[in-house]
């Protein structure tokens, strides 16, 4: 089956060098992006998991108090997407301000006469190059402001490590882990042994997605016009699947847990696993959902050698009533001073240029993970990142077809990992 596909995303390059890199003088401002007048105005923000915008939704309207925010947050990516692909297409519902996740970015760039233009020289070389790229109509319409990007770590529980005689200290811990991602199994096999049944992993699909976000072209190939790779083609991906299904049933290292589903946001209370892969956005989600409990850290370290795991963009939809006030607002939010506030408030690493040099950023540190220095790990972990997937239009329902076949052998354990492979294949033809 092969599909032809739109470029809509940024081409892979290296993260570590566009960490030096400033994006190029962005278009000239457009007509709706002057700013709004005193008049008062109720803005509704939507957004999905944890973006760190609670005390800075507070700062702002203290400093405006013509302004009222609505804030909506969706529990997961998938249902705001869900919500803001209907409300689009119905032309009216959606908030003055709507959140979207790095995998839907192809989707959103095939709708982009729906969205405020906001290009303007406020905002110009604001952010990584690839960051802008992926946002940006091939007529230079800048359709949304880059927050957070993902540079990955593994964190884990200290203190279950300690139970089964693993190193405890980051560093010792960074070095046992290893560098590959057969060095992260078989440390996991060491610890299952001797952990009285805690898992080393919360979910096998996670680390489908760490493992997927190195390889450039998971799906499909990145020239102007694409066609997807058969899944049943497609032995980088195969070999990832096997490989994951074998350290999780067959050497039990996975808690079989579907993330984000309550069984998994329970099982972090009840010490379920020991490690998982911790983009920095993970890091608020982790701490609230383990909240009083004692022991997580984080290792500067990433099996593989790098990974970028996500990322978000703020939207201004022309349907809505307040474009003008609203851009202000997701300017004043994606500006570098406030991302490096959100980033202390709930981990999501910054993706302007300004923000990833200064002080402020790297010298945070995480009480909530034994004061670890996390500025400082996650821009290491950025600058380890040496691939940018290809995204094209149909990567994010390709991937919901790997996702669902790990999860019925790692979660459900409805088929066999042959069977279930088998089955995707057919899903994947029938995406047309």
Not at 139 to 163: H, M, N, Q, W
Not at 226 to 239: F, T, W
């Amino acid at each position: 089956m092969r599909s032809s596909l739109i470029r809509g995303a940024a081409t892979a390059a290296g993260l570590a060098l566009l960490l030096a890199g400033c994006t190029s003088a962005a278009p000239a401002p457009s007509a709706t992006s002057a700013a709004p007048s005193d008049q008062k105005v109720t803005l509704t923000v939507a957004t999905f998991n944890e973006f760190g915008y609670d005390d800075l939704f507070a700062e702002y309207t203290a400093s405006h108090p013509n302004v009222t925010i609505v804030p909506k947050k969706a529990a997961t990516s998938n249902e705001a997407r869900e919500n803001y692909f209907s409300k689009l297409a119905a032309g009216s519902g959606l908030s003055d301000i709507e959140a979207i996740e790095v995998d839907w970015m192809p989707d959103v760039m095939q709708t982009a006469d729906k969205l405020m233009d906001l290009s303007g020289d406020d905002v110009a070389g604001r952010w990584l190059d690839w960051k802008t790229k992926a946002a940006t109509t091939t007529d230079g319409k800048l359709v949304a402001f880059g927050t957070d990007i993902g540079p990955e770590a593994v964190c884990y529980r200290s203190d279950l490590f300690k139970k089964a005689g693993l190193p405890t200290d980051r560093e010792e811990v960074a070095k046992a882990l290893g560098t590959t991602w057969d060095d992260y199994f078989n440390l996991g096999k060491q610890f299952v042994a001797k952990s009285g049944g805690v898992a080393w992993f919360d979910s096998a699909d996670a680390i489908m997605q760490g493992q997927i976000n190195q390889l450039p072209n998971a799906f499909s190939s990145s020239d102007t016009e694409e066609v997807l790779i058969p899944l049943g083609e497609n032995q980088p991906v195969k070999d990832m699947y096997t490989s994951i299904l074998k350290a999780s049933v067959d050497d039990k290292l996975s808690a079989n847990l579907q993330q984000w589903q309550p069984d998994w946001v329970n099982a972090f209370q009840k010490g379920k696993f020991a490690t998982m892969l911790c983009p920095g956005w993970m890091l608020g989600v982790i701490e609230g959902n383990a909240k009083g409990v004692e022991g997580w850290d984080i290792a500067n370290t990433f099996p593989g050698g790098g990974g970028n795991w996500g990322g978000s963009y703020l939207t201004v939809p022309a349907q809505g009533a307040n474009q003008a006030a609203a851009r202000e607002l997701a300017a004043w939010l994606t500006a570098p001073e406030q991302q490096i506030k959100a980033f202390k408030a709930k981990g999501t690493f910054p993706s302007q240029v300004e923000a990833l040099s200064s002080p402020d950023l790297l010298g945070v540190k995480n009480a909530f993970f034994n004061d670890a220095p996390t500025g400082q790990i996650l821009a290491d972990r950025a600058k380890a990142v040496t691939v940018v997937p290809f995204k094209g239009p149909q990567y994010f329902a390709v991937r919901q077809v790997v996702s669902d076949a790990i999860n019925r052998v790692d979660v459900t354990k409805k088929q066999s990992a042959t069977d279930s492979w088998a089955q995707a294949i057919k899903e994947f033809e029938a995406l047309g």
